[in-house]
């Protein structure tokens, strides 16, 4: 059963006015080579794809795509310049070159966040407001350890691990590019870094900061492609670290891969959030924490709350507020600072919920969107509510990436706790109550990795982040992050 919202409960008599942010600004390339060894080149294959603006479907940039032949020549520039340069550098100075960076993506935040929003189709507010000052903060936090290292782990000695390879996903393209780089770097390590086939741009431009950022050349090297790049990056012989932030399907596929070989590998994957509103929850506060858990963004996060556990008391006006609240949400134009909800990534990211919001209704689910226009061209997703769902259906089960929440209800605490734990994933969840003593009595029980209380989606570099079971293992952020790059 589908319910949309009745028009009359939508009040369309007036609308905020446009107010697009300026893309005239920024500077892109009409065709990106492969950074290697501090230049851009041509790819050996000569073959390059198109990367999109998925708003309205328009050619943003030709991207070249990396084979194995480029992969082997981007280990060898790492390699080298670990033997010669990064290594050997005083690690006060490594860190200076850390800080540049951090430096250098503050000043030139304007442009990567429109970049980051013509890209992926995230809202400008949070390409802004999140992304990109997150991205210079990672730097920042991770440049302050690099001549630090032996007083993070006392009584141990800390090195490199020599060259990473990391691969990562489309839905924080520059954030997890920094979350990737910057410890690497600190603690000594050159890098090959992939971006996801849909948002390479922003690692490209970061790539041209990197090259006037003088960094010696071979520390970190920027290759495009898809899935058989990424493969190939797997499969090379010289490299000691995988990093991989993805599904968890290629997350065992790479796990098969590394089984065996010397590489150290993280893995950061899948989630299927719960977020827990107590009958004693400040309930709007929790309102819009339930919106920006999932629908800001577009749903494309892994730790989005997208199963949201409200106690039987509280859920009839839980649930009447969210759907009030969803109507005022503004889908649109990435570029315009009133959007709530931008375009989804890909056309078969949208196949994809799509997909699901039919399997949902098919489960017998009840299915709730606001009812107003979507843009013409472009790859759009309505807020999508579900109620009357179970615990066997497969959206409350499997991750879907997109801004759809699945609601059930509970009685107790230990009720909540088993159904939220009834799942193959572990990242994050969310806990909303007045009460101290039962978030910390449900922190403890609750298997993720992080879990907010009042608050949801805040992220710091200073506070590790990793999943439990299928969400993956290792953490990022903070000193744990550090841990990942170093044999201790
Ligand atoms: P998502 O579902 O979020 O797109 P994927 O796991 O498919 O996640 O993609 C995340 C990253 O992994 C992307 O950079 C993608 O190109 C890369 N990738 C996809 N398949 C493979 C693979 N078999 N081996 C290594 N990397 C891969």
């Not at 070249?64 to 480029?70: G, Q, S, V």
């Not at 032996?150 to 490199?160: C, E, H, I, K, L």
């Not at 900061?209 to 071979?218: H, K, M, T, V």
């Not at 920027?222 to 399907?249: C, H, M, N, Y």
Request: aromatic residues 10%; glycine residues 10%.
């Amino acid at each position: 059963m589908t319910e949309h919202s009745s028009p009359l409960t939508f009040d369309t008599s007036w609308q905020y006015a446009p107010a697009p942010e300026s893309a005239d600004h920024i500077s892109l390339k009409s065709r990106y080579g492969l950074f290697i060894d501090g230049k851009f080149r041509k790819p050996r294959s000569g073959k390059y794809f198109d990367t999109i603006n998925p708003a309205n479907e328009e050619k943003l940039a030709e991207v070249a795509e990396a084979d194995a032949a480029d992969v082997e020549a981007a280990v060898k520039a790492a390699r080298r310049a670990y033997d010669k340069y990064w290594s050997k550098l005083k690690p006060a100075e490594r860190g200076k070159y850390v800080y540049r960076i951090a430096r250098m993506i503050q000043e030139k935040a304007r442009e990567f966040a429109v970049i980051e929003s013509l890209d992926g189709g995230k809202p400008i507010r949070e390409s802004k407001s999140v992304d990109i000052p997150l991205a210079a903060a990672h730097f920042f936090y991770y440049a302050g350890w690099a001549d630090k290292l032996a007083y993070a782990f006392p009584g141990r000695d800390p090195r490199p691990l020599g060259v990473a390879g990391q691969i990562i996903p489309w839905n924080f393209p520059l954030l997890m590019a920094a979350w990737k780089l910057a410890p690497a770097l600190a603690c000594g390590n050159t890098v090959l870094l992939k971006p996801a086939e849909t948002t390479p741009l922003t690692a490209l431009k970061l790539a041209e900061l990197i090259q006037e950022a003088d960094l010696p050349p071979g520390v970190v090297n920027i290759l495009t492609g898809a899935g058989e790049t990424g493969a190939a990056i797997v499969r090379q012989p010289g490299i000691d670290k995988i990093a991989f932030t993805g599904s968890t399907e290629v997350g065992k596929i790479i796990q098969k891969a590394v089984a065996g070989t010397h590489k150290k590998l993280t893995l950061e994957l899948g989630g299927k959030a719960a977020n827990i509103v107590l009958e004693d929850a400040p309930i709007d506060q929790a309102v819009e924490g339930i919106v920006n858990g999932i629908y800001f963004n577009q749903g494309h996060v892994c730790c989005a709350g997208s199963r949201l556990f409200v106690q039987e008391g509280v859920a009839g006006e839980v649930i009447q507020k969210l759907k009030t609240r969803m109507q005022t949400l503004i889908v649109g134009d990435p570029l315009d600072k009133n959007t709530d909800i931008g375009a989804i990534n890909s056309r078969t990211q949208l196949e994809t919920i799509e997909s699901y919001l039919k399997i949902g209704q098919e489960e017998g689910a009840s299915m709730y969107q606001p009812a107003y226009p979507l843009p013409e061209k472009g790859y759009w997703c309505r807020p999508t509510l579900f109620t009357d769902t179970a615990q066997s259906h497969r959206i409350t089960q499997e991750e879907i990436f997109g801004p759809v929440l699945a609601v059930q209800t509970f009685r107790t605490l230990e009720e909540v706790v088993a159904k939220a734990n009834n799942t193959p994933y572990g990242l994050s969840a969310g806990v909303w109550t007045d009460k101290g003593a039962k978030i910390f009595g449900l922190t403890q029980q609750l298997r993720a990795g992080v879990i907010w209380a009042n608050t949801y989606n805040k992220f710091d570099p200073t506070a590790p982040f990793g999943g439990y079971k299928e969400s993956g293992f290792g953490r990022e952020g903070g000193l744990h992050g550090l841990e990942a790059y170093l044999q201790l």
